[in-house]
């Protein structure tokens, strides 16, 4: 047999059961070798039945002294006595029939179970048992998860015989980077995955196979993003420029973590390095202003600026801001998108390649080859998770070896984001300016919508301006219960006959959409109905209120993200949280919101709710599961395997090397051969 065969290969494995073991996500045969163990049991020292304690899992051995039926045909209960030197428990199996004749009496057994200890009685209910003398050769047993027509047993058989094939297995890590990580082999790892001869063996077993996921999985990525920074000299702006002038003149001091950030990034600008930073920080942390700052630094340094925003308001937001603030400066700020007209367009790129134009912002229409710079010193995105890495890159190309940085309203957990920004150097504004207002949030039950209603109103009739999100467009048959923006729509107007009540959705054109955003700026609509699509850049500093309707079905990063949406004024905010709290997971989320408005926060807590598997759509990028791997623990473990990842594409870029053979196959059966060609 060979470890690559199909598990209808086994004998004993029909159709059924391989259909079946598909659940499980197992096809070939060396598919049980990764199937690994949910818990295991210690069947190496049984404990003194004298010694047992309430909810421990013990091993007893014991001479069974009585066998006591109860009950009727297939409910009968039994009942064994089992004593040893030390003292007595009682062993219980309901629904039993088929156990009658396994137990003898004055014969000894093992059993393995859950103790319970109530009133002094100690019991074992529907252990493990074994009769002595069949005690396994292996002291601790795996306990693999299950699924319909596959047992225990059925497991325990199969991974004996992959067991048995261990030796066809590869080992993808050179001799040099299992000795640089101290690593046991795969082949060691994955034996004792199953049957460790100890808690030892286990662990330097857990650490390899963790090691493997994350190492592949940055592997993955990188090769994926094919964003290995090249070697190549990167530009050196001049350290005699600084940024003091305009951080001198702006309106407020920036903050000890903008200052930090900012200090990050001129390093990296003067140095030949090209800089790969990203920033994170929260909504309102002041991204903008350090990015500012370096777009400053550059045009005063002979060189151009580009900034790509993920939607035309965003991108308008961004124009407006930056002409403001290098007012006086002489700064050219530019515009781009796809909906200008034609002329307007021919006008700016003219500009732009004569070098008129110093900083250029707009969407994803800056990528097209008609955009072309006089000299490209820096990239800047506004990401929130918007743009591939390609469209990143297309823009660099336009300028030779430009600095990058890469802004992200989203906070993310710092092991996730080395993950998925593999490459990038990370600096964190973990810090609002003074001063900022704590937006007021409630959770409301269905039943106290109208109370939430009433208050909105209020806020109207003072002169604040609302949001209210749904989270569907229309009415849903399938989905009873969840409200839709249309609905809501119309129930609002009806409702507040004094307001003029907007609607806006992913549907609507562009140009609609824009004369809504218009009319919501002006104040001229008070409340604006809308779906997720205004979880971007928005910021109407009257707006006030931010409801959000059947808040249970949001993930928390999406609703921290439209509470940002207020609270951008003088005006005190609110977030009122509509929901029904169904679930435990939706109850603690929306509890989350109400305790903390720490952006980090409640990004770990989003983490530890959905795992990384979901985060930010994971699984739609196409990624390997991690399954022993946690990146909120494993954190140590996934630095280090981002160090190998790095090291062994900057040794060899393609994988091509004998020495990397093992590894580009692993990651073509990961990635796919796409991964592998991209490289
Ligand atoms: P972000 O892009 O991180 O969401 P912005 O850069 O848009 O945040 O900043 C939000 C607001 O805070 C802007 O109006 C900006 O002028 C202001 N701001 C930025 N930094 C400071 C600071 N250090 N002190 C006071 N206000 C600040
Ligand atoms: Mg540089």
Same mark, same amino acid.
């Given at each position: =047999?060979?470890?690559?065969?199909?598990?209808?290969?086994?004998?004993?494995?029909?159709?059924?059961?391989?259909?079946?073991?598909?659940?499980? $996500?197992?096809?070939?045969?060396?598919?049980?070798?990764?199937?690994?163990?949910?818990?295991?049991?210690?069947?190496?020292?049984?404990?003194?039945?004298?010694?047992?304690?309430?909810?421990?899992?013990?091993?007893?051995?014991?001479?069974?002294?009585?066998?006591?039926?109860?009950?009727?045909?297939?409910?009968?209960?039994?009942?064994?006595?089992?004593?040893?030197?030390?003292?007595?428990?009682?062993?219980?199996?309901?629904?039993?029939?088929?156990?009658?004749?396994?137990?003898?009496?004055?014969?000894?057994?093992?059993?393995?179970?859950?103790?319970?200890?109530?009133?002094?009685?100690?019991?074992?209910?529907?252990?493990? /048992?074994?009769?002595?003398?069949?005690?396994?050769? @292996?002291?601790?047993?795996?306990?693999?998860?299950?699924?319909? %027509?596959?047992?225990?047993?059925?497991?325990?058989?199969?991974?004996? =015989?992959?067991?048995?094939?261990?030796?066809?297995?590869?080992?993808?890590?050179?001799?040099?980077?299992?000795?640089?990580?101290?690593?046991?082999?795969?082949?060691?790892?994955?034996?004792?995955?199953?049957?460790?001869?100890?808690?030892?063996?286990?662990?330097?077993?857990?650490?390899?196979?963790? /090691?493997?996921?994350?190492?592949?999985?940055?592997? %993955?990525?990188?090769?994926?993003?094919?964003?290995?920074?090249?070697?190549?000299? %990167?530009?050196?702006?001049?350290?005699?420029? +600084?940024t003091?002038?305009?951080?001198?003149?702006?309106?407020?001091?920036?903050?000890?973590?903008q200052?930090?950030v900012l200090?990050?990034i001129?390093?990296?600008?003067?140095?030949?390095?090209? =800089?790969?930073r990203?920033v994170?920080g929260?909504?309102?942390?002041g991204k903008t202003v350090v990015a500012e700052a370096a777009l400053y630094k550059t045009?005063?340094?002979?060189?151009?600026g580009v900034l790509?925003a993920?939607?035309?308001?965003?991108?308008?937001?961004h #124009? *407006?801001g930056l002409?403001?603030e290098?007012?006086?400066?002489?700064?050219?700020?530019?515009?781009?998108?796809?909906? =200008?007209?034609?002329?307007?367009?021919?006008?700016?790129?003219?500009?732009?390649?004569?070098?008129?134009?110093?900083v250029?912002v707009? +969407?994803?229409?800056?990528?097209?080859?008609?955009?072309?710079?006089?000299?490209?010193?820096l990239v800047i995105t506004d990401?929130?998770?918007?743009?591939?890495?390609?469209?990143? *890159?297309?823009?660099?190309?336009?300028?030779?070896?430009?600095?990058?940085l890469v802004m992200?309203?989203?906070?993310?957990?710092?092991?996730?984001?080395?993950?998925?920004?593999?490459?990038?150097? !990370?600096?964190?504004i973990?810090?609002?300016?003074?001063?900022?207002?704590?937006?007021?949030?409630?959770?409301?039950?269905?039943?106290?919508?109208?109370?939430?209603?009433?208050?909105?109103?209020?806020?109207?009739?003072?002169?604040?301006?609302? @949001?209210?999100?749904?989270?569907?467009?229309?009415?849903?048959?399938?989905?009873?219960?969840?409200?839709?923006?249309?609905?809501?729509?119309?129930?609002?107007?009806?409702?507040?006959?004094?307001?003029?009540?907007?609607?806006?959705?992913?549907?609507?054109?562009?140009?609609?959409?824009?004369?809504?955003?218009?009319?919501? @700026?002006?104040?001229?609509?008070?409340?604006?109905?809308?779906?997720?699509?205004?979880?971007?850049?928005? *910021?109407?500093?009257?707006?006030?209120?931010?409801?959000?309707? *059947?808040?249970?079905? #949001?993930?928390?990063?999406?609703?921290?993200?439209?509470?940002?949406?207020?609270?951008?004024?003088?005006?005190?905010? @609110?977030?009122?949280?509509?929901?029904?709290?169904?679930?435990?997971?939706?109850?603690?989320?929306?509890?989350?919101?109400?305790?903390?408005?720490?952006?980090?926060? !409640?990004?770990?807590?989003?983490?530890?709710?959905?795992?990384?598997?979901?985060? #930010?759509?994971?699984?739609?990028?196409?990624?390997?599961?991690?399954?022993?791997? $946690?990146? %909120?623990?494993?954190?140590?473990?996934?630095?280090?395997?981002?160090?190998?990842?790095?090291?062994?594409?900057?040794?060899?870029?393609?994988?091509?090397?004998?020495?990397?053979?093992?590894?580009?196959?692993?990651?073509?059966?990961?990635?796919?051969?796409?991964?592998?060609?991209?490289?």
């Amino acid at each position: =047999m060979n470890l690559k065969d199909a598990v209808s290969a086994i004998k004993g494995v029909g159709p059924k059961k391989a259909e079946a073991l598909k659940k499980l $996500d197992i096809d070939s045969v060396e598919d049980f070798l990764y199937f690994y163990p949910r818990s295991y049991q210690d069947w190496r020292q049984a404990t003194p039945v004298g010694q047992l304690r309430d909810g421990e899992l013990s091993l007893i051995q014991g001479t069974v002294k009585l066998k006591i039926k109860g009950g009727y045909g297939k409910k009968q209960t039994l009942k064994l006595l089992v004593s040893d030197d030390s003292g007595s428990a009682e062993v219980v199996f309901f629904n039993a029939a088929y156990l009658l004749n396994k137990f003898e009496v004055e014969q000894v057994y093992f059993f393995y179970g859950k103790v319970s200890v109530e009133y002094g009685k100690v019991q074992l209910r529907h252990p493990e /048992f074994l009769k002595s003398g069949q005690k396994p050769a @292996y002291g601790i047993l795996p306990v693999y998860p299950l699924t319909r %027509g596959i047992s225990q047993t059925d497991l325990y058989k199969w991974q004996h =015989m992959a067991q048995h094939l261990l030796n066809q297995l590869e080992e993808p890590l050179s001799q040099q980077m299992l000795e640089r990580n101290k690593l046991c082999s795969l082949m060691y790892a994955l034996e004792n995955i199953h049957f460790p001869q100890d808690r030892n063996h286990l662990k330097a077993a857990k650490y390899r196979l963790v /090691f493997d996921e994350l190492l592949f999985l940055q592997i %993955g990525l990188l090769s994926v993003k094919n964003r290995i920074t090249s070697e190549e000299k %990167g530009i050196v702006f001049p350290k005699e420029i +600084t940024t003091e002038f305009f951080v001198n003149r702006l309106p407020y001091s920036l903050t000890e973590a903008q200052a930090r950030v900012l200090e990050e990034i001129e390093a990296d600008m003067e140095t030949d390095k090209v =800089m790969n930073r990203l920033v994170q920080g929260d909504v309102g942390s002041g991204k903008t202003v350090v990015a500012e700052a370096a777009l400053y630094k550059t045009v005063k340094s002979g060189f151009q600026g580009v900034l790509m925003a993920p939607t035309e308001l965003l991108a308008k937001q961004h #124009f *407006n801001g930056l002409r403001e603030e290098f007012e006086g400066h002489e700064v050219e700020v530019g515009f781009l998108s796809g909906s =200008m007209t034609a002329k307007n367009k021919r006008e700016t790129l003219e500009r732009l390649a004569e070098g008129n134009i110093h900083v250029l912002v707009g +969407t994803h229409a800056l990528i097209q080859p008609t955009v072309q710079f006089k000299k490209l010193g820096l990239v800047i995105t506004d990401e929130q998770h918007r743009f591939g890495v390609n469209q990143r *890159n297309l823009l660099t190309e336009k300028g030779q070896n430009p600095d990058v940085l890469v802004m992200t309203a989203t906070p993310i957990p710092r092991t996730l984001a080395v993950v998925l920004y593999g490459d990038l150097d !990370i600096s964190v504004i973990d810090q609002l300016p003074p001063g900022r207002q704590q937006i007021i949030t409630q959770a409301f039950h269905k039943n106290n919508r109208a109370s939430a209603y009433n208050f909105v109103g209020q806020q109207v009739a003072e002169g604040r301006q609302a @949001y209210v999100v749904a989270p569907l467009i229309e009415e849903s048959e399938t989905l009873e219960n969840v409200i839709s923006a249309e609905e809501l729509h119309q129930q609002l107007q009806k409702e507040f006959k004094e307001a003029k009540v907007g609607l806006l959705h992913g549907e609507m054109r562009q140009a609609e959409k824009d004369v809504i955003m218009e009319q919501f @700026y002006e104040g001229t609509i008070h409340i604006l109905v809308s779906t997720v699509v205004i979880e971007v850049g928005i *910021n109407v500093p009257n707006a006030t209120v931010m409801v959000i309707e *059947n808040a249970e079905r #949001f993930g928390l990063a999406q609703l921290h993200q439209l509470r940002g949406r207020v609270g951008r004024g003088r005006h005190q905010s @609110y977030c009122l949280l509509l929901s029904k709290g169904e679930t435990e997971v939706s109850k603690e989320r929306i509890s989350t919101m109400v305790s903390t408005s720490d952006g980090f926060a !409640i990004a770990e807590k989003d983490l530890a709710l959905r795992g990384p598997g979901e985060f #930010f759509g994971f699984r739609q990028h196409g990624l390997p599961d991690l399954k022993l791997a $946690d990146l %909120g623990r494993h954190t140590k473990i996934l630095l280090q395997a981002r160090e190998e990842a790095r090291a062994i594409l900057q040794k060899d870029p393609k994988l091509l090397t004998e020495e990397m053979a093992g590894i580009r196959a692993k990651t073509i059966q990961l990635f796919g051969e796409n991964a592998v060609l991209s490289i």
